[in-house]
């Protein structure tokens, strides 16, 4: 039960935060959504998806017709390289918001204070930040030279590692001053998630409509899900159940991932290795599970990453025969796998153009 130091410091924080950094700090906190009194964005206006991987950003475009175009894929540096693999590592977790109780959000006041700070002199909220924009907004140049249209909702999706939060995303979106709008997804999606809608899973049809929108999510059968998104530098893989293609922001657990950064891209991870990651997550898992009805029996699994490597390496026949020998029935998606996640993305995105008392920029 709250105690009056809670509330104390909870009334403390908000008015401070108030009056030093305006109305964010109090959504960022606590997860509210200011009404958008600006204008709809132009009719026919696309959706744009962008998808930072362990080594490279893709982007796409969802066109008001239905149909996508995959704009292309830039490489991140080795700067980016190196943050992607530490943010890997479980040392790199830290609280972030949205906070579980009002003591999270005490503890990590600092940390914020500085970000806010930064974000005052108009600089990136934090130096991996400014090496998330570098990359997006290559990114996004792209997206501009392409189409004449004016770009209204961006959404960026992000891998399930512990060291990066969805207020990273956040504040690459406010740094580069981009239209990146909520809609159904709620916070930034993480790759799963986008790959996820990118297959046309877990979307509702009135996505116009609050109301009869989060019906039909609690309708979705529940899927359990694995994505491994594979590289010949790099191996992250993501496991849960999934609904609706929604990213609540829940902390990355270590049962819920594995990852696998190759030093040297000659020697690759090798297909033994990597059913030995497919089995031993989805093991760590779901052995608490019992038998049927409650251990499932299908495994949704989505392909992600280079499509060359995947072929190359065969990594669907090893994937789909670690899923059986863990005791799954895989049901294998690998359309597209480098641009699954961006495509993913550029529907959310679109989607979030029709959704109801829209704000203008990402909100935690």
């Known amino acids: 039960m709250p105690t009056l130091r809670s509330y104390s410091i909870a009334s403390a924080v908000v008015i401070i935060g108030y009056f030093l950094y305006g109305p964010?700090?109090?959504?960022?906190?606590?997860?509210?959504?200011?009404?958008?009194?600006?204008?709809?964005?132009?009719?026919?206006?696309?959706?744009?998806?962008?998808?930072?991987?362990?080594?490279?950003?893709?982007?796409?475009?969802?066109?008001?017709?239905?149909?996508?175009?995959?704009?292309?894929?830039?490489?991140?540096?080795?700067?980016?390289l190196a943050m992607m693999e530490r943010f890997s590592l479980p040392s790199s977790w830290h609280i972030a918001p949205p906070y579980s109780d009002l003591e999270d959000m005490w503890d990590d006041w600092g940390r914020q204070w500085l970000r806010s700070t930064r974000k005052m002199f108009f600089l990136p909220a934090s130096s991996d930040v400014r090496k998330l924009s570098n990359l997006t907004s290559s990114l996004v140049s792209l997206a501009r030279s392409h189409t004449t249209l004016p770009i209204a909702s961006v959404v960026i999706s992000y891998p399930a590692l512990p060291g990066i939060?969805?207020?990273?995303?956040?504040?690459?979106?406010?740094?580069?001053?981009?239209?990146?709008?909520?809609?159904?997804?709620?916070?930034?999606?993480?790759?799963?998630?986008a790959a996820y809608a990118g297959h046309g899973m877990g979307l509702c049809s009135p996505y116009h409509d609050r109301e009869r929108c989060r019906e039909e999510d609690e309708r979705f059968p529940m899927r359990y899900t694995l994505i491994v998104d594979y590289t010949s530098t790099s191996v992250l893989m993501h496991t849960y159940w999934m609904y609706g293609a929604v990213d609540l922001a829940r902390p990355t657990s270590k049962r819920d991932i594995s990852t696998y950064?190759?030093?040297?891209?000659?020697?690759?991870?090798?297909?033994?290795?990597?059913?030995?990651?497919?089995?031993?997550?989805?093991?760590?898992?779901?052995?608490?599970?019992?038998?049927?009805?409650?251990?499932?029996?299908?495994?949704?699994?989505?392909?992600?990453?280079?499509?060359?490597?995947?072929?190359r390496d065969e990594v669907q026949e090893v994937v789909k025969g670690a899923v059986e020998e863990a005791g799954f029935e895989p049901m294998i998606f690998d359309d597209d796998p480098e641009f699954i996640a961006s495509r993913g993305a550029a529907e959310l995105a679109w989607r979030a153009l029709s959704w109801p008392h829209q704000n203008t920029e990402l909100s935690l």
């Open 24 to 80: 964010p700090i109090i959504t960022w906190a606590f997860g509210w959504t200011p009404v958008d009194t600006k204008p709809r964005a132009p009719v026919g206006s696309p959706g744009i998806g962008i998808s930072l991987t362990a080594c490279y950003g893709t982007v796409s475009i969802r066109n008001d017709d239905g149909s996508f175009e995959d704009i292309g894929r830039v490489d991140g540096d080795q700067h980016y």
């Open 261 to 311: 950064f190759l030093e040297d891209a000659d020697r690759p991870l090798g297909t033994k290795r990597l059913g030995e990651m497919v089995k031993n997550l989805l093991n760590e898992k779901f052995k608490f599970l019992s038998d049927p009805p409650y251990f499932p029996k299908e495994m949704t699994v989505l392909l992600a990453g280079s499509t060359n490597d995947i072929k």
């Open 165 to 193: 939060f969805a207020e990273d995303i956040v504040d690459t979106g406010l740094y580069l001053s981009l239209p990146v709008l909520r809609g159904r997804h709620s916070y930034p999606p993480r790759t799963m998630v």
